[in-house]
T-cell receptor, first 113, second 110 residues
Framework: KAGVTQTPRYLIKTRGQQVTLSCSPISGHRSVSWYQQTPGQGLQFLFEYFSETQRNKGNFPGRFSGRQFSNSRSEMNVSTLELGDSALYLC????????????FGPGTRLTVT | QQQVKQSPQSLIVQKGGISIINCAYENTAFDYFPWYQQFPGKGPALLIAIRPDVSEKKEGRFTISFNKSAKQFSLHIMDSQPGDSATYFCAARREGKLIFGQGTELSVKP
């Protein structure tokens, strides 16, 4: 079974621009979560989607948003990019909203200049 | 506010030795405690996990020890190998969200 896939793998954007990242969960998984990983702050939870509905949200500004489609694929959008948004953005999927085992994708490395 | 504290930040172990990484948490509402392994350029990979009603779980060379009263849990890697060299993260789950420790960079010397 294929793992979690994320596209693109690398992205360079300029301050003020917006960006959309994509995540395809493991086949059959209906829950998708997003995390931001930086050297300073570590791994931080952004939000979780299950059955196209946002179930949980972390402490990030409204510039960070996401959505999930009927096929469980998810997108994350960051508007008005800031230098501090440079990070590895990780997507993780699990079977159900209440399931335990969460599997991560390889991430999208976003650099904001 | 760091809800999950992980130590040490880095660890050097000789091949064949035991690697021990510790985590402490503050919130008693956490209901699931996984450990992840991350290699450079890769996403974290689920290694082993435990629920708070179990004191120990072993899978191959990896063991989680869990002390609910002390609000601490640890990862033991037996017979450590150079291929185990990676960054390890503990995590705790509350209301569906995983809260991660800061990570431990493990280096296993041949």
């Amino acid at each position: 079974k294929a793992g979690v896939t994320q596209t693109p793998r690398y992205l360079i954007k300029t301050r003020g621009q917006q960006v959309t990242l994509s995540c395809s969960p493991i086949s059959g998984h209906r829950s998708v979560s997003w995390y931001q990983q930086t050297p300073g702050q570590g791994l931080q939870f952004l939000f979780e989607y299950f059955s196209e509905t946002q179930r949980n949200k972390g402490n990030f500004p409204g510039r960070f948003s996401g959505r999930q489609f009927s096929n469980s694929r998810s997108e994350m959008n960051v508007s008005t990019l800031e230098l501090g948004d440079s990070a590895l953005y990780l997507c993780a999927s699990k079977l159900t909203g209440g399931g335990d085992e969460q599997y991560f994708g390889p991430g999208t490395r976003l650099t904001v200049t | 506010q760091q809800q999950v504290k992980q130590s040490p930040q880095s660890l050097i172990v000789q091949k064949g030795g035991i690697s021990i990484i510790n985590c402490a948490y503050e919130n008693t509402a956490f209901d699931y405690f996984p450990w992840y392994q991350q290699f450079p350029g890769k996403g974290p990979a689920l290694l082993i996990a435990i629920r708070p009603d179990v004191s120990e779980k072993k899978e191959g060379r990896f063991t989680i020890s869990f002390n609910k009263s002390a609000k601490q849990f640890s990862l033991h890697i037996m017979d450590s190998q150079p291929g185990d060299s990676a960054t390890y993260f503990c995590a705790a789950r509350r209301e569906g969200k995983l809260i991660f420790g800061q990570g431990t960079e493990l280096s296993v010397k041949p």
